[in-house]
Structures are given as structure tokens and as C-alpha cells.
């Protein structure tokens, strides 16, 4: 009997604070406790909504940096690759090119030799 007195009253309370239960018999003075509730209650979750919003930037912040400085890093890492790269290159004898005529190079040839005209 205790229980069930407990949830009918839990109840009545949310039927209360939800709004619910109210008719054309509700007073000013009821529609403006329910309503400075309301606002109460909005503001704690705008709280709660910025505090989320401001860790999750936190957090972006912190990943875009961490990105950053390996960014850094693997650029130079890369300089200093290319750098080596290109001594290596530098000090190898590049190959000797044949020669070929002009006219050899605007030709676009697809057999070794021409076909006979028919």
C-alpha cells in the first residue's frame, strides 16, 4: 500500500512538472512556478550541453595539434629523405641517351618498319 502511495504521488509529480495535467482551472501563479521549473531546468541542461561541447573542442584541439607535430615530422623526415636521395643520384652516372633524329621524335612509330602502301 506504501508503494503504491509513492508511485501514484511520483506520478502525479511528473504529470505535474510535464505539464500535462493542467486545464483552463490553472491559475497564474501555478503556470509560473511550472514555467520558472522549466527554465530551471533548461538552463542545466544548456550547461551541461556547453561543458560537452567545450571538452569535445578540448579534445579536437589536442587531436589537430598531435596531427600537427607528426605532420612536421614526416616533412621532415621527407627532406631529409630527398636530400639523400638526390646525393645518391648525383653521384651516380646518369646514362647515356641515344641519339635520335627530330623527325624520330614527332613520329609515332607502332611497327619497326613501314608497311608497304596499298
Not at 500500500?1 to 495535467?21: C, F, K, Y
Not at 514555467?35 to 544548456?46: I, T
Not at 615530422?73 to 641519339?99: C, D, H, N, T
Request: charged content about 35%; hydrophobic content about 35%.
Amino acid at each position: 500500500a506504501g508503494l503504491r502511495r509513492e508511485g501514484d504521488h511520483l506520478e502525479a509529480s511528473v504529470t505535474r512538472q510535464t505539464g500535462e495535467n493542467l486545464s483552463s482551472t490553472a491559475t497564474a501563479a501555478e503556470l509560473d512556478e511550472l514555467e520558472q521549473r522549466l527554465e530551471c531546468v533548461l538552463g542545466k541542461v544548456r550547461e551541461t550541453k556547453d561543458k560537452l561541447l567545450e571538452q569535445q573542442l578540448g579534445e579536437s584541439h589536442h587531436k589537430v595539434h598531435i596531427l600537427e607535430d607528426q605532420n612536421s615530422f614526416l616533412r621532415r623526415l621527407m627532406g631529409e629523405e630527398g636530400q639523400q636521395r638526390a646525393a645518391v643520384e648525383a653521384s651516380a652516372v646518369p646514362p647515356k641517351l641515344p641519339e635520335v633524329e627530330e623527325e624520330e621524335l614527332t613520329t609515332l612509330r607502332l611497327w619497326p618498319r613501314q608497311l608497304p602502301d596499298v
